[in-house]
């Protein structure tokens, strides 16, 4: 038997940062993959980043995480979202080359020391005492603390038309479902479902009747550490095309042939990322869709048509993707597929992703009813770090949900049981002017010195927070004086009115300017050299203080009540009603904010609570 610190069960997103997070602290890690699945492959799209997630990539980044390294190194396409809106909900996005991303996914962590990869299937996990014995089918291993991030993998299901087959993806076993392999972990109950859509030989497409979309060179890279504009690999366009009213009218036509809803697919799928028949029976007055048309890769012969998930019968795919301008002579290489899988219950899980009832078992991922890699990831970063530092006997990391979108996806996921697939959504956050991509290392940078560690990383983000300090202190403490000169000097710059004197801070705060432009420009005209990274993150920072100040005034009330210990077992004692009691013993809240979270508390129950809080 082979002895580990930490062992993680699913080598995805989720895995691998658990496994590379976790390995910073000189623990002796194990990942435990199925067979012939590459580390953090990326099933469906191979995009990284987008609204929300970008956010969620720029953190697990600042935090010490893998993600934001193999999506530079691997970017073939590069795009700024949301540019038309405000800064705080900018969102990066890159496609990237399916198979450079698990290679270099692959040769980083068989690189490091403290990361032993076994790819073999596990067919049961039992905790012994302070101990966890994990079986494959041809290895036992014991373990202190074991992270699950099994993906879609337990007792996966396929579904192609009328054909299921068992599977965690295309071409890929499924696992034990989890009450056989975990017998005392508790199922959500319901099943979730996701899907791909087919993905199209790429010489059979006609590119000149879609909108092209060119790499962005101005996106800036994901990593602190790398040049922002640096790009590793060549860069290649994505497309858009469109469905009609040919397309939608086949799938209609096969309702009955849709495992989706002629009832044999039991699983839950997410709302917010629907399949093509999910739209067409939603919304039967639209017949036009979007379709992204994204490479695969730079050597791969396909492409993925994002927006048209489907599980339909393969001859009904390839009739509905033929009605579609510039896929009339298209060829599927792969036929898109819906996979239903197990999950957890996540009201089950604490703060730190850890089953309350089973010490030292963490979930993380698909398997916690989420979707989306960056989800996945960040929950992996979490599970992994606070398993480490339990290990090192250290304060556990919690991520405050006012300072960040992991937080508020950890805060979501235990509060309730899903009824269906979560999703992040800048929305969910309630300060998202203030938890925005340019500022990420300033809002984690205290969570990663929390960790107490001492790499390249750390160096830079106490750098980026000692610039960024002298920076704004400059821009608060400079003065702009009304003189003839400096009149004219505004009217020449577009800077408007110059009647009384004002800071550099209020100049670039002016509603007409763009900040970031206007600070590069002053600075460089008193001869003030700063990093551009620091000199974007204090413009944007300064523009929207007067906003985050007063919502800060407004909510801090709320978050500071809600970062206010509670123990449930105390209120459950209380005068409340037997509906919110069983609630509040089914999720076992451990702070105010969680408890405000749980669906069906009512008000009555929250103003006692919050009169009688005493930790």
Sequence with gaps: MQKFDIAIIGGGHAGVEAAWISSQFDLKVLILSMPNVGLASTPCNPAVGGVGKGQVV???????????????????????????????????RVQVDKDLYTKNAEAMIAANPNITVVKEKVISVEKNGDQFSIKTEASYFNTTKCIVTTGTFLNGKLHTGEVSTSGGRVDCMASAGMGEIFSSVQTLGIRFKTGTPAR???????????VEQKSDGRTKNFH?????YERFVDQVSCYIAHTNERTLGIIRDNKERSPIYNGQIKGVGPRYCPSIEDKAFRYPDRNSHHVFVEPEGLSANTIYPNGVSTSLP???????????????????ELYGYAVEYDVVDTSKLSDCLEYIDIPGLFFAGQVNGTSGYEEAAGQGLIAGANAALSMKGKDNLVLDRAESYIGVMVEDLI??????????????????????????????????????????????QQEFIEEFELLLGLCKSTSIYVTPENKEYFASMGYGDLSKNITLSELVRRSQLNPVETLEQELSKRGAL??????????????????INRSLIENERIYRLGRKKIDWQSIVRGNISNECRQRIEEVKPTTFSQLQRIDGIRPATLAFVAGNIVQ
């Design 224 to 228: 602190s550490l790398n040049n922002p």
């Design 58 to 92: 720029r953190e697990i980044d600042a935090l010490g995480g893998l993600m934001g390294q193999l999506a530079d190194q691997s970017a073939i396409q590069y795009r700024i979202l949301n540019e038309s809106k405000g800064y705080a909900v900018q969102s990066t």
């Design 314 to 332: 393969k001859e009904v795919q390839l009739e509905f993707l033929r009605t579609i301008e510039g896929f009339e002579e298209c060829e599927i």
């Design 415 to 460: 509060s309730n049981k899903r009824d269906e697939p979560y999703r992040l959504f800048t929305a969910r956050s309630e300060n998202r002017l203030y938890v925005r991509e340019d500022n990420s290392i300033n809002r984690m940078a205290k969570y990663r010195f929390q960790m107490g560690l001492d790499k390249e990383i750390d160096k830079y």
């Design 530 to 547: 700063f990093s551009s990274e620091v000199v974007y993150t204090c413009a944007v920072s300064i523009k929207y203080e007067g906003y």
């Design 200 to 210: 199209i030989n790429k010489d059979s497409l006609d590119y000149s009747k879609f």
